[in-house]
């Protein structure tokens, strides 16, 4: 996060509240939460990161004369209504492009200019990409290296791959098993140095 305006923790959280009354019900139960430095405390943060799990529900087409639905996640259902708004924006990189994927969305608070980091996870990797999210990028590095020890390597988006056969394997329990699964002591957030 060098070269990034950093923000109080205590206006992050105003943001993080107000994104979260909103956000929160359109997310699988207990499949929403602040990663990141909010997330490890810091008094002191660059930008909010989110890792969330959608609801997937069935709506009316809006481009569908006969009224058929589809799937649609509401999570970007909202997104959209903010940006359309100008509650967000899209956040733009150094190179001047966007990333606003299916998986990572980066926005801009525009009331606050904090940055909003949306990192949607399914089922099976939300503990891991709430682990790799919530860092440190110290935290992340000793983890990365003790999946090598173990003939795997860790990805955020697919879980650990054994290095020789492919195979992947999820750690869907929590984030007290990724820990386990790679022989490191759990630590608390807070203390991911």
Request: proline share 4%.
């Amino acid at each position: 996060m060098s070269g990034k305006i950093k923000h109080s923790r205590t206006e992050a959280l105003v943001v993080a509240r107000e994104l979260t009354a909103q956000l929160q019900s359109r997310c699988e139960p207990e499949r929403f939460i602040f990663a990141g430095s909010l997330r490890r405390l810091k008094a002191e943060v660059g930008d909010i990161e989110i890792v969330y799990v959608p609801r997937i529900e069935q709506q009316p087409d809006p481009s569908d004369l006969l009224g058929n639905r589809v799937l649609t996640n509401q999570v970007d259902v909202i997104l959209n209504q903010w940006l359309k708004s100008g509650v967000i924006s899209k956040r733009v990189g150094e190179k001047g492009g966007t990333a606003w994927g299916p998986s990572n969305k980066l926005a801009l608070h525009v009331g606050s200019g904090i940055g909003i980091d949306f990192f949607q996870a399914t089922q099976q990797t939300f503990w891991t990409l709430l682990v790799c999210r919530t860092g440190s990028a110290e935290m992340n590095t000793r983890i990365c290296n003790a999946a090598i020890a173990r003939g795997q390597t860790w990805n955020m988006y697919r879980g650990f791959e054994d290095r020789l056969t492919g195979d992947l394997l999820f750690v869907p329990e929590s984030e007290e098993a990724l820990f386990a699964h790679v022989r490191l002591p759990y630590l608390l957030p807070k203390d991911r140095f």
